[in-house]
DNA sequence: CAGAAGATGATACTGAGTCTCACATTTCTG
DNA sequence: CAGAAATGTGAGACTCAGTATCATCTTCTG
């Protein structure tokens, strides 16, 4: 009851704050000299840190990166859903949500495409990457679960549905890449996502 | 044309055993010791080969635990997809594979209760479990590829129903090992997979 | 059987990730 | 507002993952 009256705790705004700036010096540098020659030494003098601190911040210097690459352009995707028309389905305001983004992705494309090179050119960072996903399912599940009718009790729909939307996103972006980059991405995605019908009357009865 | 006659190379089948070896003696050890107490040289000495050997198989010590923890359980689906009639859709063959799969899951549900706690005890371990998914996927998606009838040029179907195959799997467990590992696992995996509904009759037509 | 191609082990080296400790900063409490 | 408690920080030391090199051995090819 002195300095700070409306904030959630000081603390907390600067821990994220200096975990922002570790994942965005961890990309950059990552970007501009390749992941094998970016040390954590580099990543953490870079963000204004000790070595000590980025490890308290991040479980692995990968995770840092990847982290960097995707906080441009991913993480929103639960916000968007957010902000989309309350009236649409789960799938429509995924789709709304990603017709948004891909609005000014031709802006974007360069960095876009970087990142996808970037996070597929090494394992280790692809696959925590892939952990980075199932964060951003659980975002999206969180997002949509308002829009389902008639949720019961622990229902596996949106976490499904989340899956579902990285799992578009991430094939997507594999093609989109191996095709060179060009190409609509959002597109891609779109396409991805409403490929498989699923309808119950497609479910044979009897099987098992 | 002297000694092998039948085989496909001798090299390439030591190769698989010691694979094979290396990723039964680093699952073993880390559900003994624990992953972090488990060192290469342990994993490498148990295996019966020297410590740069190890590097030559694979990627990273969780990496090999990783595929010793999943190779009882999980990459023979594909194989199990393929053997269900011919008959079959995509999706129904997904499911009379999962179907076979769970007949005799009481014997193997605390190896599978073991596998799934370790994997999710460590965030690096689970990241590369994740990576392991995504050769999972392509291996359902490669079985699955002639069941469907109508497939065109780079069809993005095989390839979503196989992760949301993986998606359904990996959800399903993560509700399983929040209940204790009770419950009918094979029987979770297949709610999970036929829980959303996608047809295309539920897109709103004009959403972007 | 001889040479090519590849697998292996030993060794040395870099750097990721963990731990501990002393010190600074923030929050709590009277 | 002060002091206490809790938490964040950097520095340094340490273990071990992961890489590279080289000599040796095994498997394939002709």
Redesign the interface.
């Known amino acids: 009851m002195s300095v700070q009256e409306i904030e959630p705790g000081r603390r907390e705004r600067k821990r994220a704050e200096t975990q922002a700036r570790i994942a965005e010096a961890a990309a950059r540098l990552a970007g501009e000299h390749g992941i094998a020659a970016t040390t954590v030494d580099d990543i953490a003098a870079a963000a204004g840190i000790g070595r000590a601190t980025f490890f308290r911040h991040f ?2 210097k990968e995770l840092a990166i990847a982290t960097g690459l995707s906080d441009v352009g991913a993480h929103v995707l639960a916000d968007v859903i957010r902000a989309v028309p309350a009236d ?2 789960p ?2 305001a995924i ?2 949500a ?3 983004l891909g609005e000014n992705f031709d802006e974007l494309r360069p960095m876009f495409l970087e990142q996808a090179l970037l996070s597929r050119s090494s ?2 960072l ?3 990457t ?2 980075l ?2 964060d951003w399912e659980t975002a999206i599940a969180a997002a949509i679960e308002p829009r389902f009718g008639d949720l019961a009790e ?4 949106p ?3 989340g ?2 939307t990285m ?2 996103a ?3 972006c594999d ?1 989109w890449v191996a095709g060179g980059g060009h190409g609509d991405l959002p597109a891609l995605i ?3 996502l ?11 009865p009897g ?2």
Do not use: E, K, N
């Open positions: 479980d692995s649409l389905g799938l429509d789709r709304a990603y017709a948004h394992s280790v692809f696959a925590w892939l952990h996903y199932v622990a229902d596996p729909r976490r499904m549905l899956a579902l799992a578009a991430r094939l997507a093609v779109q396409t991805h409403t490929s498989i019908d699923l309808a119950p009357a497609h479910l044979t099987v098992s």
